[in-house]
T-cell receptor
Framework: KQEVTQIPAALSVPEGENLVLNCSFT??????LQWFRQDPGKGLTSLLL?????REQTSGRLNASLDKSSGRSTLYIAASQPGDSATYLC???????????FGSGTRLLVRP | DTEVTQTPKHLVMGMTNKKSLKCEQH?????MYWYKQKAKKPPELMFV???????INESVPSRFSPECPNSSLLNLHLHALQPEDSALYLC????????????????FGAGSRLTVL
């Protein structure tokens, strides 16, 4: 059974810092991996999708990498801003059925 | 229109009530999803509809009854719920319910927060 873990569970950094969020999964035979952002009490916003054949994806200040063989993905946020404060979730799919298996998230606080 | 709209935003119901949650999208997406999220927990998949047909039911109790009247609408009918069913219910959609590369980027609604008394 696939298990997705995110470390750390919570992170507080000063504005302007570069930071890395980690996601690990136990079964490397994933179909793809996504990173989402969730603001308190709100829905999820898809940030980046990495197909199993890809190594990384970039969008603005965000860069996500994928190492299937080691079962790890990282989300790099450059020059963090208070508006980046949210919970960041990673999720994997194991096949084309589109069932997302989520990690428990990292709650990020960027202090002004 | 690039949004998934969920109504109502908040719902309080007793255990004997019958209510419905509604979800609507006009992006031409053919897959729609219901997720349940408890406080400080990740979302858990409940149902997937692909081309208006139920394709995944994650062993959800029958007191939750999904319905997809057309490709733009998804309902979740609620009956005889328990207090432990209180949660944020998230609807999502994606381009396709099949394995086209990159097609499963999900767009989520803001959620309906359900409280069962």
């Amino acid at each position: 059974k696939q298990e997705v873990t995110q470390i750390p569970a919570a992170l507080s950094v000063p504005e302007g810092e570069n930071l890395v969020l980690n996601c690990s999964f136990t079964d490397s035979a994933i179909y793809n991996l996504q990173w989402f952002r969730q603001d308190p009490g709100k829905g999820l916003t898809s940030l980046l999708l990495i197909q199993s054949s890809q190594r990384e994806q970039t969008s603005g200040r965000l860069n996500a990498s994928l190492d299937k063989s080691s079962g790890r993905s990282t989300l790099y946020i450059a020059a963090s801003q208070p508006g980046d404060s949210a919970t960041y979730l990673c999720a994997v799919t194991m096949d084309s059925s589109y069932k997302l298996i989520f990690g428990s998230g990292t709650r990020l606080l960027v202090r002004p | 229109d690039t949004e998934v709209t969920q109504t109502p935003k908040h719902l309080v119901m007793g255990m004997t009530n019958k209510k419905s949650l509604k979800c609507e999208q006009h992006m031409g997406h053919r897959a729609m999803y219901w997720y349940k999220q408890k406080a400080k927990k990740p979302p858990e998949l409940m149902f997937v509809y692909s081309y208006e047909k139920l394709s995944i039911n994650e062993s959800v109790p029958s007191r939750f009854s999904p319905e997809c009247p057309n490709s733009s609408l998804l309902n979740l009918h609620l009956h005889a719920l328990q207090p432990e069913d209180s949660a944020l219910y998230l609807c999502a959609s994606s381009k396709s319910g099949t394995g086209a590369s990159g097609a499963n980027v999900l767009t989520f609604g803001a959620g309906s927060r359900l409280t069962v008394l």
